[in-house]
């Protein structure tokens, strides 16, 4: 359930979130800020799948003497 819900807020951010964050000021790094919210979920998109693939059980795997060993 937690995988799920940190897979679904990428999508939350970026297409949920747009509307209320579409405006050009405050300038951030040179960008408008709905542009800088899109780039910063990028970035955390990348960050959070990261998470997912670490914490998702089917990626453990077994090695010979039994212990699980994560790549």
């Known amino acids: 359930m937690l995988l799920r819900v940190l897979a679904a807020l990428p999508f939350i951010g970026i297409l949920l979130g747009v509307p209320f964050v579409n405006r050009v000021e405050p300038l951030m790094l040179g960008m408008p800020f709905v ?3 899109i780039v910063m979920w990028v970035v955390l998109s990348s960050l959070i799948m ?22």
Do not use: C, K, M, P
């Open 35 to 37: 542009l800088a919210w």
């Open 50 to 71: 990261a998470i997912v693939y670490r914490l998702d059980a089917s990626n453990r795997h077994i090695a010979a003497d039994g212990e699980e060993v994560r790549s």
